[in-house]
């Protein structure tokens, strides 16, 4: 490919036939990673890769096992010279179960076409993301303007000993810039650079109350019902307009883009003329503040219900908080909170979880200068800034690894896309737009990269 940007769209154009068979052939791979699944189609995931990458001009590929985690690929292309940059790309390979298969409209592990696109488990979230960085080194047959380090992970959606282990081997993942392709755009069409991820801590709450069920007409009334003392502490957690009342979690206005109302109804599901919670803007209620959710409930169901007082429930929270608390002050609070609180004179009994933190990056670089360029030659129109309610443990492990580094993150998927639900898509559109926009972003950081270079 010549350098020149008028040759980039024709030449990614003429990729998109053989992008989309190998994304085919890898979405119908099941690598689910996740304990009781297989592990040979992780393994048969990972071979496919490599052979990709070598087919890609990619002569250094190194496999990376650690304990009870799925196999890295780890790859280098080495600087065409001294003065060029070096760019670490990350994507995965291994996706989140199916559910429940009677809610797809096509079985998970064949890939479908629908319109403009594919449907499949894994399809968006992460395998298109893999793809568009094998349609780069294509694009560049093989020798792109800066040196590169590719890391597919085998076991992002579960979790691994990999999320902490770049800091232990910073030579490895040193770089100056690096892309994190395991998102998109907040909308189909609109380029989008995510500067911030929520931090994530989860919280037990258990009571005890009796030593077991008693009779409701006789003891119901004066005995302590469980479940009663539980449901009143958690409706402390937020105030009458829905947005967290626990003090302490750091909650900001957003400046960036975000959502209409209307779209985020579509998106998230939300019945009829229900009201959404809280209060403020959308960005701060999903992204520059706190969220504190009920994952997880025991107590008696309603078609096993005895007329009994309750002697025990509990109750797993998962909080989100602001990309820049600490997540062990966030996670502290929440408990403090929690065992301040003495419903109807009982005390709870309150564990904390795993936690992990977020990540705000900073956006004035040559690395985001450069992005911004390549976004709008590849879609038309400037990039919007956006964060994420989800967490992505992995990118502080490697800002930690290469602390000067600038993080960007950005990629095919695209917020309608229904990663980890069923019917997940991913859009051709997206997908081209995201090779041509990584091929221009190698481009323009590596012209940048040497123009700031000392003489």
Known sequence: MQDDAQDLPATVDALMDGLRSDLEQLAAIPSIAFPGFPAGPVHEAHDLLVRLLREAGVERIERIDLPDTSPVVYAEI?????????????????VQPPGDETLWKSPPFEPTPIEGGLRARGIADDKSNVIAHLGMLRAFGGRPPVGIKIVFEGQEEYGSAFDSYPPTDPDRFACDAMVIADLGNLRPGTPTLTTGLRGAAEVLVEVRTLDEPRHSGEFGGAAPDALLVLTKALGTLHDVHGD?????????????????DDEFRTLAGVRGDLPLLGSGGLGERLWSGPAITVIGLDAPSVEHAASAVVPYARAKLNLRFHPLQDPHEAQDRLVHHLLSLRPFGVPLTVTPGDTGPGYEAATEGPAYRAARTALKEAWGED???????GSIPLVNGLAQAAPRAEVLLFGAQDSMCNLHAPNERVLFSELRNTVHAMCAFLREYAADFRADAPR
């Not at 990039?383 to 309610?389: D, I, K, L």
């Open 244 to 260: 967290v009342a626990v003090e302490g979690l750091r909650r900001e206005a957003w400046t960036g883009t975000g959502y209409t």
């Open 78 to 94: 080495p600087p065409p010279d001294p003065a060029a940059p070096t760019v670490l790309l990350y994507s995965h390979y291994d």
């Open 383 to 389: 990039a919007a800034y956006v964060a994420t309610g």
